[in-house]
């Protein structure tokens, strides 16, 4: 078969015939689309979280090093990071339905593998296969349902449905992984996905549409390799602070190399003919300041769970499954939020929406910041946390509605990956930087009453950067309208 590059003018016409009798079809039951497409964002969420309780079985099980236990984490987190736009660019090239059942295939196959493994590298290996599985998987979930739901009111609430998966699958991860190690084994926190995957890929084989650009491109492979190695080096350089700290080589070296590698690979998207990255939509309104503010917005917000869960066990006592339940109010309060946004976005509009629940999460995160070392549970974590994540919800949902809405629909996958890798990369840079900033208050005091402080610090910090991010998003956000074209 001839190259895309050298087809002659009859070739590509029947080519572009054929993608023109099979456009993207509407199913009949779209909120099934909307369903499958959410329990594959829930699955690549709760695996960023809930191996965590389950760190201590796996340490006493397989002898892990410390530094091995925090690769469980790292391992994931740095490969979801890294492929994520390769990903998203991969499902609007060659089909988001495959990329999605090669994604969730991945994933399943490697939980599979993690739960069995019988030593470190084994399950070391398996979480960075998950990590890829998940960067494949997690902009088609998105993109899936802008396809197959139509732009409009119907497809704020799609998206408002998609948002409160993901805020709950974040949440959800104590509570599963606090269960599923007291009841059966830390394996079980990787096995649970296996039967799930495997329903979901089989009803997605036979449900889920197609779609894809269509046009005939190929990938820009020096555009994938600079971007997936930068990303992922950036993850890295990022994971070791928590450790190293921000001064010494182990994280100077690979954040300065990861600048260095994004900025060849914007060098490189100018001058070739199909970007992996057309920075023609970074010039987008709404594209633009949409992931500016995910970014902001997750560098303040994703720190929650992991500074009230150490407040929780460190502080007042609780065990880890008391701690995971403790936080299921306000996983209920971001579904409450993502799912009132769409109302609120068609009276206010999107801008508004999102700078109100800035404003709300900002609140709650001053509220969090009097905590005290002997705080109760009402008052310490209750309702602050239902603030925070209330107004997560429904800052969130706007946000990823203009961008998605902001591009054409040949870059509906990559315009997703990136939604996902700002989140991403915001929660990881914002969770060291708090993690550092709660080190510096208790300077090494573990107290109750010293950690309370650094925590407190942590939420204050949160606040403030809400602050920033809401009113600079009320001047740059494009206003009632959701195309924000510049």
């Not at 590509?12 to 369903?35: D, G, H």
């Not at 994520?84 to 490697?110: H, N, P, S």
């Not at 990861?258 to 070739?272: C, D, N, S, W």
């Not at 870059?411 to 930087?433: E, F, I, K, W, Y």
């Amino acid at each position: 078969m001839p190259d895309v590059g050298t087809m002659t003018p009859m070739s590509r016409a029947i080519e572009e015939s054929r993608s023109a009798a099979s456009p993207p079809t509407v199913p009949a039951a779209p909120w099934l689309v909307v369903a499958l497409a959410c329990v594959g964002q829930f699955l690549v969420v709760l695996d960023v979280s809930v191996v965590n309780v389950a760190l201590p079985s796996m340490r006493a099980d397989l002898g892990l090093s410390v530094s091995g236990l925090q690769w469980v984490v790292n391992a994931y987190s740095i490969a979801f990071a890294g492929f994520m736009l390769l990903g998203g660019r991969a499902g609007d090239l060659y089909g988001r339905k495959r990329t999605f059942l090669v994604g969730l295939a991945l994933f399943t196959l490697a939980s599979l593998g993690g739960g069995l493994a019988q030593n470190g590298t084994q399950l070391l290996l398996a979480r960075a296969v998950q990590g890829l599985g998940a960067a494949v998987l997690a902009p088609s979930t998105l993109t899936i349902i802008t396809s197959a739901v139509p732009e409009g009111p119907a497809r704020t609430r799609a998206v408002a449905t998609w948002t409160a998966v993901g805020a709950a699958g974040g949440a959800a991860g104590g509570v599963v992984g606090g269960i599923l190690v007291d009841v059966l084994s830390w394996r079980w926190v990787l096995l649970i996905n296996v039967p799930v995957g495997a329903l979901v890929l089989l009803a997605a084989a036979r449900l889920l549409p197609e779609s894809r650009a269509g046009d005939g491109r190929r990938l820009d492979l020096p555009g994938a390799l600079l971007a997936t190695t930068g990303l992922a080096v950036l993850a890295y350089g990022i994971v070791q602070t928590e450790t190293e700290g921000w001064t010494a080589a182990a994280t100077l070296v690979p954040l300065t190399a990861a600048v260095a590698l994004i900025g060849l690979f914007l060098v490189v998207e100018t001058r070739t003919t199909a970007p992996l990255m057309p920075l023609k939509l970074l010039r987008l309104r709404a594209v633009a300041s949409a992931n500016v503010a995910i970014f902001a917005a997750g560098s303040a917000m994703f720190c929650m769970w992991f500074f009230i869960t150490l407040y929780a066990q460190n502080v007042l006592g609780y065990s880890p499954l008391r701690a995971g339940f403790a936080q299921v109010p306000s996983a209920l309060a971001a579904l409450v939020g993502s799912k009132t946004a769409p109302r609120v976005m068609r009276v206010l509009g999107a801008r508004a929406t999102e700078v109100a629940g800035a404003a709300v999460a900002a609140v709650g995160f001053g509220w969090q910041s009097t905590m005290t070392a002997d705080g109760t549970y009402v008052t310490a974590i209750l309702l602050p946390g239902i603030l925070m994540m209330l107004g997560a919800g429904l800052a969130t949902t706007p946000l990823a509605t203009l961008a998605v809405s902001g591009a054409a629909p040949r870059d509906a996958g990559l315009v997703s990956g990136l939604v996902n890798t700002s989140r991403t990369m915001g929660g990881s840079l914002g969770l060291a930087v708090m993690s550092t900033i709660a080190a510096s208050r208790t300077d090494g005091a573990t107290s109750g009453v010293a950690l309370t402080e650094g925590y407190a610090l942590v939420f204050r910090t949160a606040a403030g950067v809400l602050v920033v991010a809401g009113v600079l998003m009320a001047v740059w956000l494009p206003g009632r309208g959701v195309s924000g074209r510049a």
